[in-house]
C-alpha cells in the first residue's frame, strides 16, 4: 500500500448519490481498518479536504472538475464511469501522467479474470466470435462499456474486427456478458454474471487500495495484482 499506515487513508466518492456511489461508500465506511475518513463529493469545485485517493462512478459530464482536481492535488483516480467520448478518454489518459489512474468500465474481479481468460482465444484466431450483454433498462450507454473493452481484448488477441456486441436491455438485471467462439465442430462461451452491485464496489475499493502505491500511469484492471 502507501506510505500512509493501514487505517490512515482519506477517501473521497464521486457520484456519491448514485446507484454505485451509495455501494463505494458503504464499502468503504465499513473498511475503518484501511480509511480514516471517508467524504462523499458531489462537486470537487467546492470540495476543499485533503484525500489520498478518489473513487469515481459519476457521470462523464462531471469529468472536467474531477480531473482538475486530481491533477491540482496530485491524488489517485480510480473511475468506473462509462460513456466517455474519445475526447474524455484521452484526457483520462493525460492525467495518467501525472498521477496514477485506473479507469475500468467494469469493476468486478471476475470480469478481470474473464478479460484473462481472453488472451487464450489467440489459438481460435480462424473461429467465429460474438458477444453480448444485457442491462437494467435504467443504463444510457448502449453497448455497455465492459461489452466494448471485452471487444477491443478480443481483436487485439485474434487481429480481426469483430461485430459490435448485441445489447438487450430486460428490467434491473445488474449486468450479464457473454463472449461466444463458434469452430467448425465446437463451441466455446464465456458467461459472467453479476448478481449483486457490491460486487463492483468491492472491485474499486480494492483497485485503489492497490492504486495508491503505482507510480503515475494509466492503468487497466487485469494491472491489479492482490498481494496488499
Known sequence: MSAKAPGDLKLAVSGATGRMGTQVLKIAE???????????????????????????????????????FCESTKTPLVSGTTGFSVEQQRKLKELGRKVPVLWAPNMSLGVMVVSRMLEELKLLSDWTFSIEETHHVHKKDRPSGTALK?????????????????????????????????????????????????VFAQGAVQAGLWLVSQKPGFYALTDLTLDF
Open 30 to 68: 465499513g473498511r475503518n481498518d484501511v480509511f480514516r475518513a471517508v467524504y462523499p463529493v458531489r462537486r470537487f469545485s467546492s470540495f476543499k479536504e485533503s484525500v489520498d485517493l478518489v473513487i469515481d462512478f459519476s457521470l462523464p459530464e462531471a469529468l472536467e472538475e474531477l480531473v482538475g
Open 150 to 198: 471485452l471487444k477491443e481484448i478480443l481483436e487485439r488477441v485474434i487481429h480481426k474486427p469483430l461485430p459490435d456486441p448485441t445489447s438487450f436491455r430486460q428490467g434491473e438485471v445488474i449486468g450479464e456478458h457473454r463472449i461466444t467462439a463458434k469452430g467448425p465442430y465446437e463451441e466455446i462461451s464465456i458467461e459472467h454474471r453479476a448478481t449483486d452491485r457490491r
